[in-house]
């Protein structure tokens, strides 16, 4: 079956701009997550939606929202583009339900986002 | 967040197993331990998970203390294509998809 799948893969802005990142989950999955990595703060959760509402959230400022829509699909957006956003962004995607322990999460490629 | 605690990186020659540990030491009792890696430019890809007993996959062993407060994945004959960043996650059975990842092994694998 089909992966996660996260567009687009690479792209450029310039501080003060926006960006919108999707994220298509695998079949039948209804949670999706989102990470951003870069190299001095490693991988950080940043939110989960689950049936169109978020249910956890991650330490990071109001510039970056999210949203899921009702085929499960996901969006991030990113205001107000500082440096410091430069990172790579994965998308992950589980059943969303049971015992959430066990559920194994399936990331995407990601979208290396560069702010200049 | 019940924390991990992993060597920066280890070396391995090609098809000589690797263990690679990992410290929970405040692990809780519903906690599930889950082992990803990331090759370079990729996504993080499941490797194995396990509660209490030991398990066995294609990829992997994963080996759990007795006391939990440990494990250690086995890879029973490094390749080349093993060659990755290895994080261990302790997952709460009720915390979504929340996950905190540590900084990870580097696995450098030498032919």
């Known amino acids: 079956k089909a992966g996660v799948t996260q567009t687009p893969r690479y792209l450029i802005k310039t501080r003060g701009q926006q960006v919108t990142l999707s994220c298509s989950p695998i079949?039948?999955?209804?949670?999706v997550s989102w990470y951003q990595q870069t190299p001095g703060q490693g991988l950080q959760f940043l939110f989960e939606y689950f049936s169109e509402t978020q249910r956890n959230k991650g330490n990071f400022p109001g510039r970056f929202s999210g949203r899921q829509f009702s085929n499960s699909r996901s969006e991030m957006n990113v205001s107000t583009l500082e440096l410091g956003d430069s990172a790579l962004y994965l998308c992950?995607?589980?059943?969303?339900?049971?015992?959430?322990?066990?559920?194994?999460?399936?990331f995407g490629a990601g979208s290396r986002l560069t702010v200049l | 967040d019940a924390k991990t605690t992993q060597p920066n990186s280890m070396e391995s020659n090609e098809e000589e197993p690797v263990h690679l540990p990992c410290n929970h030491s405040?692990?809780?009792?519903?906690?599930?331990i889950h082992w990803y890696r990331q090759l370079p430019s990729q996504g993080p890809e499941y490797v194995i998970h396990?509660?209490?007993s030991n398990v066995n996959n294609r990829m992997a062993s994963l080996a759990i203390a007795e006391d939990r407060k440990s494990s250690t994945l086995i890879l029973h004959r490094a390749t080349l294509r093993d060659a990755a960043v290895y994080y261990c996650?302790?997952?709460?059975?009720?915390?979504?998809?929340?996950?905190?990842f540590g900084g990870g092994t580097r696995l450098m694998v030498k032919p």
């Open positions: 396990g509660l209490t």
């Open positions: 996650i302790l997952r709460p059975y009720n915390a979504g998809n929340m996950l905190t």
């Open positions: 992950a995607s589980t059943p969303g339900q049971g015992n959430a322990g066990a559920n194994v999460l399936t």
């Open positions: 405040t692990i809780s009792g519903t906690d599930y």
């Open positions: 079949s039948g999955h209804r949670s």
